[in-house]
């Protein structure tokens, strides 16, 4: 069937189960919105008083449902509006798609009317851009562009569409929505050498992140692999929520901003296992120093993350789902009580314990009381600073 680019756009996102973009309307991208108005009963526009809040709330859309978050904005200052919100789903891997408007094919390069070259404004910032010439092509870029956001390590992807391209018509066939790209092969070898690692230790700690949420989504093989080698287990502040606060191998959040006892735990460790994190310089503060009487075993599903802040002696590169599936059957049953003793013995004498003051309200007892009123599923939503923090 014939369909103009507009259509296309529309009937691929609905194809690969999108079901609501957020957005704000501008010139480039009135063609879109138009047809967007005719599939309001399929797909819901959410109205932003911003292009950053559009991009922001794509974003937390992403992180609630597991979905891919959908962004569209026009050109020029709509598309750069959008950098804050593609460089937060950058930064913590969440999947999104922004979809920005452009200037007619024919006025690009031309310093044209809110001609922004949005795609070289983004580079560094996504894990892939796309500039959309031809609308033949536009239905299997949305396609290409769905697939590497979810693949691998997730991530936002830009796609650039000229406002010709919007209006072109051409024949649009239905695919059956994308699927991730397989995950790296897990090496034998590798697998062998940290399960070695993992029973030789006297002094275990692992540190997990926002990999963790991502990939071992039932958290059921990262609980099996901490309780079955008796490790404790601290936290980025991405990997809050993957472990029940209530776990008594739980330690806490680590770093700059988190508890004595966890970063005291990883000082004394003989062993760091780090689980999908990236050892920003929140969590090792000091990098030089950072574990340094510890061997420091590394899974993450992107290699570039390796070795880049903290030098380690072994690493598993895959899907850390993947890998604690295959390391499970090779883990001792251990018993680190005195390990354990030795850091809440820490905790005990060096974390921050709260007190409540009836003359200054304090922070604790504000999050306290927010804590006693929200309900279970209710989602809680920070800007980055004390506050969040708190």
Sequence with gaps: MKLNGSQILLETLLEQGTDTIFGYPGGAALNIYDELYKYS????????AHEQGASHAADGYARATGKVGVVLATSGPGATNLVTGIATAFMDSIPLIAITANVGTGLIGRDSFQEIYIAGVTMPITKHNFVVRNVEKLADTVRQAYEIAISGRP??????????????????EHKPA????????????????MAEMVNAAERPVILFGGGIRIFDTQKGKFVRFMKRGDIPACHSLMGIG???KEEPLNL???GMHGWVSAGRAVDNADLVIALGTRFSDRVATKMGDFASAAKVVQVDIDESEVNKNIAVEHSVIGDVHDVLEAVLPLIDHADHTPWKEQIAS????MDYKPKDNDAVLRPHQLMKKIDELIGKDDIVATDV??????
């Design 41 to 48: 009963d399929r797909i819901r526009h959410v109205l932003a």
């Design 155 to 172: 991530g936002p992807v830009l796609i650039d569409i000229p406002k010709d391209v919007t209006a072109a018509v051409c024949e649009f």
């Design 178 to 193: 994308v699927h991730k790209r397989p995950n790296p092969k897990i090496q034998h070898e590798q697998i062998s050498k």
């Design 242 to 244: 993957a472990l029940d």
């Design 252 to 254: 806490g959040l680590i």
């Design 346 to 349: 820490w905790k005990e004498r």
């Design 385 to 390: 600073g004390q506050h969040q923090m708190w």
